[in-house]
């Protein structure tokens, strides 16, 4: 596959409900950049081509974001790594379909995150962990939470679920 690719989109006329789907295929040496700014559900397949190395890490860089994404949906079998991603404010990111492990870091704050099988380790935007968000790890016996708790924020009741491991500074 191809390496360092970088991909924005933009729709001309934007819908309620418009999709983007991106297949990442062992892209590890400089990782990706994805802007689709004006789309309301994206999508990432981490993938690797059947020459590769069992340890091909696909990369997703900082400056990826999909600001009107409500929902990421990612999936796949190959271990991704999202940098930083920048989504829609209170989105929800689903990752139940995905088997390989998957490190991710939002700089913007989530509603909603579903882990898949493989190891998941979530790192959260300063005081999104917070009353009515849902944090919900996959299967793997090794999760890792980490979130920055904040002054002002409301910890009241919070759901947090399956992650072996949460670490909580501020």
Known sequence: GNT??????????????DTLTVTLESNTATGAIVIAN????????????ATD??????ELETNTSATSAATLNISGDTTL????????????????????????TFSTALKD???GSG?????????????GNTFAAGSATTDVLNATATASQNMGLISVSGFETLNLTG
């Open 4 to 17: 360092g690719v970088d991909l924005t989109a933009t729709l001309a006329a934007a819908g309620t409900a």
């Open 38 to 49: 004006s789309h309301d559900v994206l999508n990432i397949v981490s993938s690797k081509a």
């Open 53 to 58: 190395a069992a340890t091909v890490v696909n």
């Open 81 to 104: 790594v999202v940098q930083s991603a920048a989504l829609k404010a209170a989105a929800a990111v689903d990752a139940t379909n995905m088997s390989a492990a998957l490190t991710s």
């Open 113 to 115: 995150y579903k882990g």
């Open 119 to 131: 190891v998941n380790t979530l790192n959260l935007a300063a005081g999104n962990l917070t009353t």
